[in-house]
């Protein structure tokens, strides 16, 4: 337990020191409550690349820490809405889950989603399905999902435009 306690100190400090770094480009931080359930971060690398991580609190058998990090490609062109814009995503990641008495889990997660962007590009809600393949310590295949909002801080550019 000192260990999770530890990791989740150590996890809470670096998501609170990351917006100033991180308002150089498009970050946002939100929640994602389901299978696991907890904090959400993500970061655009590009138009249509991000980078997504995940602290949470896993219920599914033993109660365990939930952590993890995926690239991902979105496609905004499957989905037409009126306003904002809706992507579907896919990608390539890892997690590990801290169990409470027993092995720590490694494992390959492949997330597949649907986002909502909003029109003010500041706050996105999403719905995503994650089949995670665990390499240790036994091979096994479960699957995540969630649904959650994050809110995504203004650029350092945009400031400096906008003055706001």
């Known amino acids: 337990m000192r260990m999770i306690s530890t990791i989740c ?23 994602a409550a389901g299978e ?5 971060a993500k970061y655009w690398t590009g138009r249509s690349q991000a980078l997504d991580w995940g602290l949470a609190w896993s219920f599914e058998g033993k109660d365990a820490f939930h952590v993890h990090m995926d ?13 904002g814009s809706m992507p579907l995503y896919y990608g390539l990641g890892g997690r590990i889950k801290f169990v409470e008495g027993h092995d720590d889990l490694l494992g390959v997660r492949i997330p597949v989603g649907v986002a ?3 029109p003010s590009r ?6 995503e399905a994650v089949p995670v393949f665990d390499l240790t310590p036994d091979t096994d295949l ?19 435009r906008t003055g706001v």
Do not use: Q
């Not at 100190?9 to 929640?31: K, T």
């Not at 690239?71 to 306003?83: G, K, N, Q, S, T």
């Not at 809110?151 to 550019?157: A, L, M, Q, T």
């Open 142 to 160: 479960s699957m995540n999902a969630a649904i959650g909002v994050r809110y995504f801080f203004p650029s350092r550019r945009a400031t400096a």
């Open 71 to 83: 690239y991902l490609w979105h496609a905004f062109r499957i989905f037409e809405v009126e306003d």
């Open 116 to 118: 909502y962007i909003f």
């Open 9 to 31: 100190a150590i996890a809470l400090l670096a998501l609170a020191a990351a917006p100033p770094v991180a308002l150089a480009g498009p970050f946002g931080l939100g929640i």
């Open 122 to 127: 500041k706050v996105d809600l999403f719905l």
């Open 36 to 40: 696991p359930t907890g904090l959400s």
